[in-house]
């Protein structure tokens, strides 16, 4: 099972809000799906998944905010 993780997004940046989940629980991905956006104070991006797998689960909601670095789901790996 992998842990995706919320990436370093820029300089000082220590946190971001979850704006919108693209996938859901059950759902299967392929390496390069769109997962999330997420935004800053300085910036918005959409993650992407960096292998091919399942949603297991969704550790936070839309509208939280996260620390980098923080696991936000699992994805077991195919």
Not at 17 to 32: A, L
Not at 35 to 48: F, P
């Amino acid at each position: 099972m992998k842990k995706f993780k919320i990436p370093k997004v820029g300089m000082g940046i220590t946190e971001v809000e979850i704006s919108k989940w693209e996938v859901r629980v059950g759902d299967e991905i392929k390496k390069g799906d769109s997962i999330l956006e997420i935004s800053s104070e300085k910036t918005s991006t959409v993650l992407e998944s960096d292998t091919d797998g399942t949603i297991d689960n969704i550790l936070f909601e839309e509208g939280e905010m996260v620390a980098v670095g923080a696991i936000i789901c699992h994805i077991s790996e195919e």
